[in-house]
């Protein structure tokens, strides 16, 4: 182990998005996030905890657990110690608290070699894909006006929220303001399956790219049956929730949303995602609604992916990390050591 014993620290600031974001769950504007810090030999690692209520965490349960977890972490470069640690405290619970944990310790080793994570981790230098931008449901005019936005700023790729009984009006609307995009569509599970049967001629006229989580979480029979019969790709969110469930998945889904945040960290979203290669899905790399830290480190993995969403710090007006190099959708590959973002001041 580094000389001296680690130290971990932590805050949390309520981050806002510039306007109210809406899922078929939900619409919030204000996202607590919480930021670790690992101090150790004059070097310090970062890692962002993204909450979700549908994955079984607040704000509360994050500072509530984050003191038992932090614990776990004694050598920086005992990956697989900390993750047993974690799982021996916490088994399948509080994946983003283990996630920021995961990413502090990661990059103080990134640090101390004076490398980007990607090359610790011996990850492809491949340019990443296109990030969609992530038009949230709301009423017509403003989801039309969403878009229209979007697409003058540069944004080739565009993901929107359905899950509504407006769902063919808001893919019409879209249409019209956004003809030549990538368009992709997420319902996050609130479809029925004969609603979702229904609308798949639909996703097929609008030349949508793929839908996400069409049905309920756990019905991997129902989304089976669709992807039987659906003309457009179809990607499980909801349905994923530990690294061991992609096995089953593959059985009902052509590919896989992976967030860091609810798998516990990037080591683990690089085992979730080797093994779909494995069992010959589609790869998605995704994000919660988060700071530039959160979207860095998922950007070192996007190279492996066939698509990316990570529009998370793109839709807040208070981005407390600073670094990440924009072009509308397309995201620069971090070059500088570590994660490559730093706090703002």
């Not at 005019?141 to 080739?156: F, L, N, S, T, Y």
């Amino acid at each position: 182990m580094s000389a001296g014993a680690p130290m971990v620290t932590w805050e949390t600031l309520e981050l806002h998005t510039a306007q109210p974001f809406g899922i078929a769950r939900w619409t919030h504007s204000v996202y607590p996030r919480t930021f670790v810090t690992l101090s150790q030999g004059g070097l310090s690692g970062q890692g962002e905890a993204a909450p979700n209520a549908f994955y079984g965490e607040t704000r509360g349960t994050v500072e509530a657990v984050l003191p038992l977890l932090a614990e776990a972490l004694t050598d920086p470069w005992d990956w697989d110690g900390l993750h047993a640690a974690m799982g021996t405290r916490m088994p399948h619970d509080h994946p983003s608290v283990k996630c920021a944990l995961e990413m502090a310790a990661v990059e103080w080793c990134a640090q101390a070699a004076g490398v980007p994570v990607w090359r610790l981790l011996g990850l492809s230098p491949a340019p990443l894909p296109e990030s969609s931008y992530t038009v949230s449901l709301a009423p017509l005019p403003d989801m039309r006006r969403q878009a229209r936005e979007a697409v003058g700023r540069g944004h080739g790729v565009l993901k929107v929220k359905l899950g509504t009984g407006q769902d063919e009006d808001i893919l019409e609307a879209l249409r019209e303001e956004a003809p030549e995009v990538a368009l992709r569509v997420d319902a996050n599970a609130a479809w029925t399956r004969a609603r979702a049967k229904r609308m798949l001629g639909l996703l097929e006229a609008a030349r949508v790219e793929f839908v996400e989580q069409p049905l309920a979480a756990g019905d991997l029979e129902g989304h089976a049956m669709l992807r039987a019969v659906s003309p457009v790709p179809i990607v499980a969110d909801e349905s994923l929730h530990h690294v061991s469930d992609v096995v089953a998945l593959a059985q009902a889904f052509d590919g896989v949303n992976l967030k860091l945040a609810k798998l516990g960290g990037p080591l683990q979203t690089l085992r979730a995602l080797r093994l779909a290669r494995a069992h010959g899905l589609q790869v998605m790399m995704g994000c919660m609604i988060e700071s530039s830290l959160g979207i860095a480190a998922a950007a070192h993995l996007a190279g492996l992916c066939e698509w990316a969403d990570l529009d998370g710090a793109l839709l807040l007006a208070d981005d407390p990390y600073a670094g990440l190099n924009w072009t509308a959708g397309c995201l620069a590959r971090p070059e500088d050591a570590g994660w490559g973002v730093a706090r703002q001041t």
